[in-house]
């Protein structure tokens, strides 16, 4: 089974509330591999916390650097390096399906030479793209798309977020990859919000996985 991976058109799109809104609908396991900031606490602590379904397993990240920053900076500020055989060796052994998110979009560097859609491409995984409705988000998610494109990545489709605009149809066209769901702002978010959201989006997601 190909692990999922969530990733995004940019920072502070929602990835990680979809992500736990997939992993609930899904009942599936949760891999952040690179998490570069945790004053505020992990993206994996707050998807345990979202969580309710008794089959999900959070997995340990394989790299946690303290600076909120791209991975390549945040490593070298700790004297250390992201090395992508690494997090492909230590992808965990489940028979569940697997949830992985990344870090920002597919162009944020992993180290000197690698981004992050370069460990999409050695994990083989299917992906999710996550596209916030505002301004700019037309650009950036049909560059994010073509990206994908141009490297045969397989793309299962869009989830977006918020509702600044409702550019969902013409990214769907334009791009040519389906619309997944649709997240609209929540003004709070608990364990209860997150069960409600996956089961919205949980027969689509059946669907296109």
Same mark, same amino acid.
């Given at each position: 089974?190909?692990?999922?991976?969530?990733? @995004?058109?940019?920072?502070?799109?929602?990835?990680? *509330?979809?992500?736990?809104?997939?992993?609930?609908?899904?009942?599936?396991?949760?891999? $952040?591999?690179?998490?570069?900031?945790?004053?505020? @606490?992990?993206?994996?602590?707050?998807?345990?916390?979202?969580? %309710?379904?008794?089959?999900?397993?959070?997995?340990?990240?394989?790299?946690?650097?303290?600076?909120?920053?791209?991975?390549?900076?945040?490593?070298?500020?700790?004297?250390?390096?992201?090395?992508?055989?690494?997090?492909?060796?230590?992808?965990?052994?489940?028979?569940?399906? *697997?949830?992985?998110? @990344?870090?920002?979009?597919?162009?944020?560097?992993?180290?000197?030479?690698?981004?992050?859609?370069?460990?999409?491409?050695?994990?083989?995984?299917?992906?999710?793209?996550?596209?916030?409705?505002?301004?700019?988000?037309?650009?950036?998610?049909?560059?994010?798309?073509?990206?994908? $494109?141009?490297?045969?990545?397989?793309?299962? @489709?869009?989830?977006?977020?918020?509702?600044? *605009?409702?550019?969902? $149809?013409?990214?769907?066209?334009? %791009?040519?990859?389906?619309?997944?769901? %649709?997240?609209?702002?929540?003004?709070?978010? %608990?364990?209860?919000?997150?069960?409600?959201?996956?089961?919205?989006?949980?027969?689509? *997601?059946? $669907?296109?996985?």
């Amino acid at each position: 089974m190909k692990p999922i991976f969530i990733t @995004g058109t940019g920072t502070g799109v929602g990835k990680t *509330l979809v992500a736990a809104i997939v992993t609930e609908a899904l009942q599936a396991d949760y891999w $952040k591999p690179v998490q570069a900031g945790f004053e505020e @606490g992990t993206d994996s602590l707050w998807v345990a916390q979202m969580v %309710s379904n008794k089959q999900t397993v959070i997995h340990p990240e394989v790299y946690k650097f303290k600076m909120a920053a791209s991975p390549h900076i945040a490593a070298a500020a700790e004297q250390k390096k992201v090395i992508l055989k690494e997090i492909v060796n230590q992808i965990p052994r489940t028979k569940n399906r *697997l949830i992985v998110e @990344g870090a920002g979009g597919l162009m944020v560097p992993l180290n000197k030479k690698e981004f992050v859609i370069q460990l999409i491409k050695k994990l083989k995984a299917r992906v999710i793209i996550v596209s916030k409705n505002e301004l700019g988000s037309i650009n950036h998610s049909l560059l994010t798309a073509a990206v994908l $494109k141009r490297e045969k990545i397989n793309v299962a @489709g869009w989830i977006f977020t918020d509702e600044y *605009l409702n550019y969902e $149809k013409e990214i769907e066209k334009w %791009s040519g990859y389906p619309a997944i769901g %649709s997240i609209k702002h929540l003004p709070e978010i %608990s364990e209860e919000i997150i069960a409600v959201e996956a089961q919205k989006i949980k027969h689509r *997601l059946e $669907k296109f996985l």
